[in-house]
């Protein structure tokens, strides 16, 4: 079975043109950005970084278009691509959400899908290391070979660590994120695989605004009850 036919944005098929990809990395790149001066705590900064992290992703991609193929260039892109796909996403996703969340219950199940992201990641680096990966253009889009059988098998793993942990999280927004991720890939896998491109490409630029708004409101909150807790603290001092 072919992973790239298989794991949408996890295999990379990403967008249908070096300015498609750029666009979107400048996007997200900026949104990151401004996501940063809500993020006051080492734990918000892990979301805050995100839609930044998805920028390079995206830049690389849009570097993939330009690079001849097959080619060096082409082949150490496709790695750097997949570096963020198989070995950062699966474990940094769970993780980041666990350190933003303040409920013992829900941290003890979130600590075990950060385990599994982890073993996760060990077991897609076996993948790379055994499998020739290679970067081609298919119908528009680009796209990366892996010929593996268990490529179901993982794809399910993968869902279940990311999007299980954006669903145990106790802040309404997460669990927002992950339940549109979990619609979108469905949609794209299912209805527009062929053009899954621009499918993720947009739901990468929802996500990241949902970061944004996510660190924007709760910074609020957070300042509110600061606001609070100290005016009350003043009316009892007198």
Same mark, same amino acid.
């Given at each position: 079975?072919?992973? %790239?036919?298989?794991?949408?944005?996890? $295999? =990379?098929?990403?967008?249908?043109?070096?300015? #498609?990809?750029? &666009? %979107?990395? =400048?996007? &997200?790149?900026?949104? /990151?950005?401004?996501?940063?001066?809500?993020?006051?705590?080492?734990?918000?900064?892990?979301?805050?970084? @995100?839609?930044?992290?998805?920028? #390079?992703? *995206?830049?690389?991609?849009?570097? *993939?278009?330009?690079?001849?193929?097959?080619? @060096?260039?082409?082949?150490?892109?496709?790695? /750097?691509?997949?570096?963020?796909?198989? +070995? !950062?996403?699966?474990?940094?996703?769970?993780?980041?959400?666990?350190? $933003?969340?303040?409920?013992?219950?829900?941290?003890?199940?979130?600590?075990?899908?950060?385990? !599994? =992201?982890?073993? +996760?990641?060990?077991?897609?680096?076996?993948?790379?290391?055994?499998?020739?990966?290679? %970067?081609?253009?298919?119908?528009?889009?680009?796209?990366?070979?892996? $010929?593996?059988?268990?490529?179901?098998? !993982?794809?399910?793993?993968?869902?279940?660590?990311?999007?299980?942990?954006?669903?145990?999280?106790?802040?309404?927004?997460?669990?927002?994120?992950?339940?549109?991720?979990?619609?979108?890939?469905?949609?794209?896998? @299912?209805?527009?695989?062929?053009?899954?491109?621009?499918?993720?490409?947009?739901?990468?630029? @929802? +996500?990241?605004?949902?970061?944004?708004?996510?660190?924007?409101?709760?910074?609020?909150?957070?300042?509110?009850?600061?606001?609070?807790?100290? $005016?009350?603290?003043?009316?009892?001092?007198?």
């Amino acid at each position: 079975m072919d992973i %790239a036919t298989d794991w949408c944005d996890i $295999n =990379g098929d990403m967008c249908f043109s070096a300015p #498609v990809s750029f &666009l %979107a990395s =400048g996007v &997200l790149a900026t949104v /990151g950005i401004a996501a940063q001066s809500h993020a006051k705590t080492p734990a918000r900064k892990l979301i805050a970084i @995100v839609p930044i992290l998805f920028a #390079v992703q *995206q830049f690389i991609e849009g570097m *993939q278009w330009l690079a001849e193929k097959p080619s @060096v260039t082409s082949d150490v892109l496709t790695y /750097g691509f997949l570096l963020f796909a198989f +070995l !950062l996403w699966p474990f940094y996703i769970p993780w980041a959400v666990l350190m $933003n969340e303040h409920q013992p219950q829900r941290q003890k199940w979130m600590r075990v899908l950060t385990v !599994l =992201g982890l073993i +996760l990641v060990v077991c897609l680096i076996f993948v790379l290391a055994t499998h020739p990966v290679h %970067a081609v253009i298919y119908d528009s889009c680009i796209r990366y070979d892996i $010929n593996t059988s268990l490529s179901p098998f !993982l794809l399910s793993w993968y869902v279940f660590v990311t999007v299980g942990s954006f669903a145990l999280s106790s802040q309404h927004l997460i669990r927002w994120f992950g339940w549109f991720t979990a619609v979108s890939v469905f949609i794209a896998a @299912v209805f527009y695989n062929w053009v899954f491109t621009s499918v993720w490409c947009f739901f990468a630029a @929802v +996500l990241s605004t949902l970061m944004y708004v996510y660190l924007r409101e709760t910074g609020k909150a957070m300042s509110e009850k600061k606001y609070y807790v100290e $005016n009350h603290r003043r009316k009892t001092d007198a």
